[in-house]
């Protein structure tokens, strides 16, 4: 029912229809792109604080009219779904703020029975105060074991990042995690405190983690490379810093870190637009070679500086990645890579 022109009223009314179905456990609503606000958010949570076998729950309401009360009271009607195990919400291009995110994470962490979290709150206002509160609810989900952020531009700074990163820390059963925070203003600082929290994720095996733009430098970058080495379950990592400040230095200590990660099996590492020269990618693809048992990897490092030793020297490390099976590299640079003869 996305794309159509239903409001507030049509909303409430849905609702009012569901509550009669008194053995709902699976349920999934799509209802994007309309002319909800509010209130016919707020009706159509209290209809669903009445389904109370609901076990898994798919609500997408995604470019509506929702703001700061419609997000804190679907929240708490949702915190009444005593036997919620899965919940995704789509509550991204709204106007919710740092008030409707806390109310909305204050909520939520009534639902202890949680296992599986998706939760899409991007291109909202909800900034650092609203992250930090959102995070906090992650301490009671002592089951959790599936984690999907999405807050890619959010207002969200070094403050924000931290308080998400406490939260995390608490997570110990985690077993794969997403997070989105591109577009932000985190920084060196933010990702430092941030990542510190992930090496307490014992169980992590799957991390995607999108921090394109977000005016990280050397120390963010090698902080973030100190945390993942910890991470030393790791088989699946995503990591895409495109359009950051990271530089040559960095880029090697960032490699040595992944080849630490000795079950590491498939990555996905984009560095696209972050100052590298010819000496960090040498010294990328040496540390690389040491990733053993990696089987597929798919590296960006475009729109950077590398010329022809940079090319040569990480083709020549990566022909000793033996197991190495699938192979995509991105090395489009502002000039040309020349090779003489």
């Known amino acids: 029912m996305n794309e159509n022109l239903i409001d507030d009223e049509g909303a409430s009314g849905l609702g009012s229809a569901l509550v009669k179905c008194i053995n709902l456990s699976n349920l999934t609503l799509i209802l994007s792109n309309n002319q909800i606000g509010d209130k016919g958010?707020?009706?159509l949570g209290s209809a669903l604080a009445n389904c109370i076998?609901?076990?898994?729950?798919t609500l997408e309401l995604s470019i509506s009219l929702i703001g700061d009360k419609g997000a804190s009271g679907l929240g708490s009607a949702l915190a009444k779904c005593i036997n919620l195990s899965n919940l995704t919400l789509d509550l991204s291009i709204n106007k919710i703020g740092a008030m409707g995110a806390s109310g909305l994470g204050s909520a939520l962490a009534n639902c202890i029975n949680l296992s599986n979290l998706t939760l899409?709150?991007?291109?909202?206002?909800?900034?650092?105060?609203?992250?930090?509160?959102?995070g906090s609810a992650l301490a009671n989900y002592i089951n959790l074991s599936n984690l999907t952020f999405n807050f890619a531009s959010s207002q969200i700074g070094a403050i924000g990042a931290l308080g998400l990163g406490s939260a995390l820390a608490n997570c110990i059963n985690l077993s794969n995690l997403t997070l989105d925070l591109s577009y932000n203003l985190i920084g060196d600082e933010g990702v430092s405190r941030f990542v510190s929290a992930l090496a307490n994720c014992?169980?992590?095996?799957?991390?995607?983690?999108d921090l394109v733009k977000n005016q990280i430098g050397a120390m963010g970058a090698s902080d973030l490379g100190f945390a993942l080495a910890k991470c030393i379950n790791l088989s699946?990592?995503?990591?895409?810093?495109?359009e950051n400040q990271i530089g040559d230095e960095c880029t090697s200590g960032l490699g040595s870190a992944l080849a630490k990660c000795i079950n590491?099996?498939?990555l996905t590492l984009n560095l696209g637009s972050n100052q590298i020269g010819n000496e960090g990618t040498?010294?990328?693809?040496?540390?690389?070679?040491n990733c053993i048992n990696l089987s597929n990897l798919e590296l960006n490092l475009g729109n950077n500086q590398i010329g022809a030793t940079g090319a040569s020297g990480l083709?020549?490390?990566?022909?000793?990645c033996i197991n190495l099976s699938n192979l995509t590299l991105y090395l489009q640079q502002k000039q040309f890579i020349y090779f003489g003869l």
């Open 41 to 43: 958010t707020q009706g």
């Open 282 to 289: 040498s010294s990328l693809g040496s540390a690389l070679a």
């Open 202 to 209: 014992i169980n992590l095996q799957n991390l995607t983690l």
């Open 315 to 320: 083709g020549f490390a990566l022909t000793k």
């Open 120 to 134: 899409n709150l991007g291109f909202t206002q909800i900034g650092d105060q609203g992250t930090s509160d959102l």
């Open 53 to 57: 076998n609901l076990s898994n729950l």
């Open 236 to 242: 699946n990592l995503k990591l895409d810093l495109h």
């Open 264 to 266: 590491l099996q498939n």
